[in-house]
């Protein structure tokens, strides 16, 4: 004879499933940040500039790089408080399209694919953050929406209860075999 468990302790094995997952999100995180050398070893692409080898939403995969290694025609994550930009503003990313080593100071010009014409200025290599290594098309697109200040998370928070009323629902309406005994221990009338 099986038992029903309880609502509420299909509500707790439920939020614990929720939990571990975010644990092992995080530990993946720290991994990958601590296997490639970077803070930020996954970026979203936020913009068209880099069509067609990236699009918006694709996912980039980085490693922090010796800038004395990078060549033409690498893709790079660039700090752009350089440009004027706000300090703790987006990466860019976008494709080297020349290299000028003046006296031993290398300058880095960068272009996105997309764009009429180069960025502005030159990148010095403390303003590299790291070179993309790979991508991964749409995956981004996840990220980009938890970016959005209300629907982001809000439909986070949503899709949780969802599925957590729905599992609920599911075990509370599902059918008993013959003689299995109810949630609460009362026979049945």
Same mark, same amino acid.
């Given at each position: 004879m099986t038992?029903?468990?309880?609502?509420? &302790?299909?509500?707790?094995?439920?939020?614990?499933?929720?939990?571990?997952?975010?644990?092992?999100?995080?530990?993946?995180?720290?991994?990958?940040?601590?296997y490639l050398q970077t803070p930020t070893p996954l970026l979203a692409v936020e913009s068209g500039s880099?069509?067609?080898?990236?699009? &918006?939403?694709?996912?980039?995969?980085? &490693?922090?790089?010796?800038?004395?290694?990078l060549r033409v025609g690498d893709i790079i994550i660039y700090d752009a408080t350089s440009l004027g930009f706000p300090s703790g503003s987006v990466p860019i990313v976008h494709r080297i399209i020349e290299?000028?080593?003046?006296?031993?100071?290398l300058y880095f010009f960068t272009k996105g694919d997309n764009n009429p014409g180069p960025d502005y200025g030159n990148r010095t290599a403390d303003d590299i953050i790291a070179k993309v290594i790979g991508s991964v098309r749409y995956l981004g697109f996840l990220t980009l929406l938890l970016l959005e200040p209300i629907v982001g998370w809000s439909s986070v928070i949503v899709l949780i209860v969802v599925f957590l009323v729905t599992s609920v629902l599911c075990d509370s309406f599902s059918p008993r075999e013959e003689g299995e005994e109810l949630e609460n221990n009362e026979p049945p009338a």
């Amino acid at each position: 004879m099986t038992q029903n468990k309880s609502w509420k &302790r299909e509500l707790i094995e439920d939020v614990a499933v929720i939990a571990l997952a975010l644990v092992v999100i995080w530990g993946t995180g720290i991994g990958l940040q601590i296997y490639l050398q970077t803070p930020t070893p996954l970026l979203a692409v936020e913009s068209g500039s880099m069509e067609p080898a990236l699009y &918006r939403g694709d996912f980039v995969i980085v &490693r922090a790089v010796d800038p004395t290694t990078l060549r033409v025609g690498d893709i790079i994550i660039y700090d752009a408080t350089s440009l004027g930009f706000p300090s703790g503003s987006v990466p860019i990313v976008h494709r080297i399209i020349e290299i000028q080593d003046v006296s031993g100071q290398l300058y880095f010009f960068t272009k996105g694919d997309n764009n009429p014409g180069p960025d502005y200025g030159n990148r010095t290599a403390d303003d590299i953050i790291a070179k993309v290594i790979g991508s991964v098309r749409y995956l981004g697109f996840l990220t980009l929406l938890l970016l959005e200040p209300i629907v982001g998370w809000s439909s986070v928070i949503v899709l949780i209860v969802v599925f957590l009323v729905t599992s609920v629902l599911c075990d509370s309406f599902s059918p008993r075999e013959e003689g299995e005994e109810l949630e609460n221990n009362e026979p049945p009338a």
